[in-house]
């Protein structure tokens, strides 16, 4: 769609001129000779940018932009100067103007402040609708978890969304511990301000105060130009920092007084910046205990402390996990344009079965894995080797006593060794063309042994070297 563009001027030349240089496919082009029928023409029409001049009569340009600005805020006007106006030009930026021209201007300049506003234009929109989007996506209603322990979560960050209260989010990996920080984020009264995500564990001590509160240049090696601190970048919005029991001690007592204190130091300055951050922390480490180790200040301890929620994990929400398969199903299959739309019986008992030790990441990564394995629209058990191996024994009574621990754990040990048995034998046989002779051979063992080892789990195979026209016996 081409952009709608208004001059406005006095002058009838300079109206004929604009209008000849930028009337063509790209731009919609309307007139007006005053303030007056500007105005109304903007209350009428849809404009994406206005082309005003300053001094006109009964209505000067700097009148219009204040009305267009309070009542179309959206609108980007570009004020045309004469060479002796330029302080009412300053003035007019100060207003809310795009930019202005100096008259007499070329018809390629005007037509490069033209494309740098729809430019403009067209970036704020798509942050807008990026932003819109992103706080949609962290609605609790289009967050998935109907199971008791999420909808307590849910009930957690409703109520301290609304405020400015320092957030400790604790769990296992895996769990959705940022997912909840943004949350809780896009449910408050700063979710139109930044939210900045800091890896603690990826960083070493120099680059994560570096990170943390930014440096000067030259403040140590490699340190080549100014940087901001994310305690600067995230100011008024929210400030989120991940694996926060990996932060090192001398670090710790950093944050402590920026928590404090409300400013922090960059490195390799002596000014203090105040800083207007929600802080909310996360962490799979159990911090009480780190206190007690001495590895965790006590201090700081208590002061992120303020709010604790616990993310809870995937085995704890096992009601949630046909709802977060058949999510990632639909998200997979659009991603690699794949029709899979069911999922079997026996994959669905797997997945609810299953201990998922990496919690909703790694049941995200089974079904990427099972929607490109899957051929026929369906996933099925063979689509999930990736968990099957380490799934629960479900033949086996969760034991009571301490005998009856030995005693299942003494089957647990036999079933992992009859399946490597298994394997072995397959795999060699596998190598050898299913010749049992060599594969006995290639493995050190009397043919006798290897030939009982095949009896035992069943394996059947054809010895060319020797055929009796019977099968291999397992």
């Not at 063979?382 to 968990?387: C, E, M, T, V």
């Not at 399946?419 to 009397?446: D, W």
Request: net charge negative; aromatic share 6%; hydrophobic share 40%.
């Amino acid at each position: 769609m081409s952009a709608r563009i208004l001059v406005v001027d006095d002058e009838e030349i300079v109206i004929r001129s604009c209008v000849r240089i930028l009337n063509d496919d790209l731009y919609a082009v309307d007139s007006a000779p005053g303030g007056f029928e500007a105005l109304k023409k903007v209350d009428e029409t849809a404009y994406d940018i206005l082309i005003l001049d300053v001094m006109m009569p009964k209505m000067d340009g700097l009148e219009v932009l204040q009305h267009v600005k309070e009542r179309h805020p959206e609108i980007d006007v570009i004020m045309m100067t004469g060479l002796s106006e330029i302080q009412t030009a300053v003035k007019a930026m100060k207003l809310g103007a795009f930019d202005y021209l100096s008259k007499p201007f070329d018809p390629d300049e005007l037509k490069l402040v033209v494309n740098r506003a729809l430019e403009r234009r067209q970036l704020m929109q798509e942050n807008r609708k990026l932003k819109t989007e992103v706080s949609s996506k962290y609605r609790f209603e289009n967050i998935i978890g109907s199971s008791p322990p999420m909808q307590a979560v849910f009930g957690l960050i409703a109520k301290c969304a609304p405020t400015n209260s320092t957030v400790l989010i604790t769990g296992e990996s895996g769990t959705g511990k940022e997912m909840i920080a943004r949350a809780i984020h896009y449910n408050s009264l700063r979710k139109d301000q930044p939210f900045v995500t800091v890896d603690c564990n990826t960083l070493s001590e120099n680059l994560l105060e570096s990170e943390l509160f930014g440096h000067t240049k030259g403040s140590f090696t490699g340190a080549v130009a100014n940087k901001r601190g994310m305690f600067d970048v995230a100011n008024n919005g929210t400030l989120f920092l991940d694996e926060f029991g990996n932060i090192p001690l001398s670090t710790q007592a950093k944050l402590l007084r920026v928590i404090q204190e409300r400013e922090f130091r960059p490195v390799g300055t002596t000014t203090n910046q105040k800083t207007n951050v929600r802080l909310i922390t996360a962490t799979n480490k159990d911090l009480k205990a780190m206190v007690a180790e001495g590895t965790f200040r006590e201090d700081l301890y208590y002061r992120i402390n303020v709010f604790p929620i616990h993310s809870p994990a995937l085995r704890e929400r096992r009601d949630d996990i046909p709802a977060l398969a058949f999510h990632f199903l639909k998200i997979f299959c659009s991603e690699l344009g794949k029709p899979v739309s069911e999922i079997s019986e026996g994959a669905m008992s797997l997945l609810m079965n299953y201990g998922w030790p990496g919690n909703v990441r790694e049941l995200e990564n089974t079904m990427q894995r099972a929607v490109i394995l899957s051929s026929d629209g369906i996933i099925r058990q063979a689509h999930l080797a990736s968990i099957i191996d380490n799934s629960p024994r479900l033949d086996l009574d969760v034991p009571r006593t301490s005998d009856e621990l030995k005693r299942i754990k003494k089957i647990a040990r036999e079933k992992s060794v009859e399946e490597v048995e298994k394997l072995f034998v397959q795999e060699t046989l596998k190598r050898n063309a299913s010749n049992v002779t060599r594969s006995a051979e290639e493995t050190g063992m009397q043919r006798t042994n290897f030939q009982a080892l095949m009896k035992k789990y069943n394996i059947r195979v054809r010895d060319t070297e020797y055929d009796d026209g019977e099968p291999e016996p397992i």
